[in-house]
């Protein structure tokens, strides 16, 4: 009797990495038995106007350094290292191949669930993932017939939200991992 491998991908900005974004991939990985969660920076999005502020590399590291010690929770480089635009589908297509027997399941906000009709290929890419969605202020319905599932609780903080108070001069304790707190506000890339 072979189990399949259940793995969530759970792309971003993560600009910066926060405990929001933490809360909701162990709360993935609780709720759908999922064997472990790959964090997956991404260099540029495809649909968002603005472009990460901070570097995709101290992204990376703060992503790495936030979760050091979750044995569940990996940190890729994939999308970073990729020339052009991240966009998911690649990506799946990617972790299918390395992982031919597995479950896939895309973490995503509902915020980004509302366009994913804008997504490219997203009906290719709903036939290679189920989509966990956690809600956001004010959660869209559904625009497409995918395979999904709504997380049940909602977290109330966002990486605009910390840019927000780190240009106000405002504390994000209590925001982001404190083995990060420091690094974010010495970087000053969001002053």
């Known amino acids: 009797y072979f189990l399949r491998?259940?793995?969530?991908l759970f792309g971003g900005s993560f600009d910066p990495f926060h405990l929001g974004h933490f809360l909701i991939a162990r709360l993935a990985k609780e709720k759908f038995?999922?064997?472990?969660?790959?964090?997956?920076?991404?260099?540029?999005s495809p649909l968002k106007s603005s472009q990460p502020i901070a570097?995709?590399?101290?992204?990376?590291?703060?992503?790495?350094?936030?979760?050091?010690?979750?044995?569940?929770?990996?940190?890729?480089?994939?999308?970073i290292m990729r020339p052009g635009l991240s966009y998911s589908v690649d990506t799946a297509l990617c972790w299918r191949l390395k992982h031919p027997g597995a479950q896939l399941f895309w973490i995503m906000g509902s915020d980004q669930w509302k366009v994913l009709?804008?997504?490219?290929?997203?009906?290719?890419?709903?036939?290679?993932?189920h989509f966990l969605v956690f809600p956001r202020p004010n959660p869209p319905r559904p625009r497409t017939a995918v395979k999904m599932s709504v997380l049940p609780e909602r977290?109330?903080?966002?990486?605009?939200?910390?840019r927000q108070r780190l240009k106000q001069k405002l504390s994000i304790r209590?925001?982001?991992?404190?083995?990060?707190?420091?690094?974010?506000?010495?970087?000053?890339?969001?002053?």
């Not at 491998?5 to 969530?8: A, F």
């Not at 009709?117 to 993932?129: A, F, G, P, T």
């Not at 209590?174 to 002053?191: A, D, L, N, T």
């Open 5 to 8: 491998r259940r793995i969530g």
């Open 33 to 44: 038995r999922l064997d472990e969660v790959v964090y997956l920076p991404c260099a540029r």
């Open 55 to 79: 570097p995709s590399l101290e992204r990376l590291q703060w992503l790495k350094t936030g979760l050091a010690g979750e044995k569940w929770a990996r940190v890729s480089s994939w999308e």
């Open 117 to 129: 009709h804008q997504w490219k290929d997203h009906k290719k890419l709903s036939r290679i993932v």
């Open 155 to 162: 977290f109330d903080i966002s990486s605009t939200q910390i």
């Open 174 to 191: 209590g925001m982001v991992p404190p083995e990060i707190e420091k690094r974010i506000q010495v970087s000053r890339f969001y002053r």
